[in-house]
């Protein structure tokens, strides 16, 4: 025995391990019934919510989102549960900022925006959605704590081939995939 601990041998954990149970404990009991935001996955063009889950009094939220933008782009923003959002769009950065608040609070699910995306990647490309929430408030104006995660989108479609690669090649059969 050396410095107040036993071995396992001897019936009692050592001290390292007693100090272990209690840190899980207290680590399981904060993160249980925490909000979290999240994105879809998606494949291909189309619509994907980011949503608040397990939320209690929600009434203003900030979501930065990025992405690869030779892969896919934001082509709108749609408004969820919590009022309409106010927008920026930059794909040429890769980054959209979504504001949206309501004078009621959202408790529970609650759908922050819809996003539209298109693939302008080749077929298989992936981008992460990456989310960054700098505010997610409640109707007291204190922040709600929160867990972001991430989704991942995939272009399943063809690059659309340019005007001048048309021109080069000669046109396209009629039903040719290209």
């Not at 919510?49 to 979501?63: D, E, K, Q, R, Y």
Request: overall charge positive; hydrophobic content about 40%; glycine content about 10%.
């Amino acid at each position: 025995m050396k410095h107040g601990t036993r071995d396992v041998g001897e019936g009692r954990p050592t001290r390292s391990r007693r100090s272990v149970i209690p840190l899980l404990y207290l680590f399981s009991a904060a993160t249980a019934g925490a909000a979290t935001i999240t994105i879809g996955s998606i494949k291909g063009s189309g619509t994907v919510a980011i949503t608040a889950n397990n939320v209690s009094g929600l009434a203003a939220c900030t979501v930065i989102l990025s992405y690869t933008k030779s892969v896919v782009v934001v082509d709108n923003i749609t408004a969820g549960g919590l009022g309409t959002p106010t927008v920026n769009i930059t794909n040429s950065n890769g980054r959209t900022k979504i504001v949206t608040w309501n004078t009621t609070a959202q408790t529970g699910n609650v759908v922050i925006a819809y996003v539209t995306l298109r693939a302008v990647g080749a077929a298989g490309t992936q981008s992460y959605l990456t989310l960054s929430v700098p505010d997610s408030i409640n109707s007291n104006a204190a922040q709600i704590p929160r867990t972001v995660y991430r989704g991942t989108f995939t272009a399943s479609i063809l690059r659309p081939r340019s005007e001048g690669e048309i021109a080069a090649r000669g046109s396209p059969a009629v039903g040719a995939c290209f």
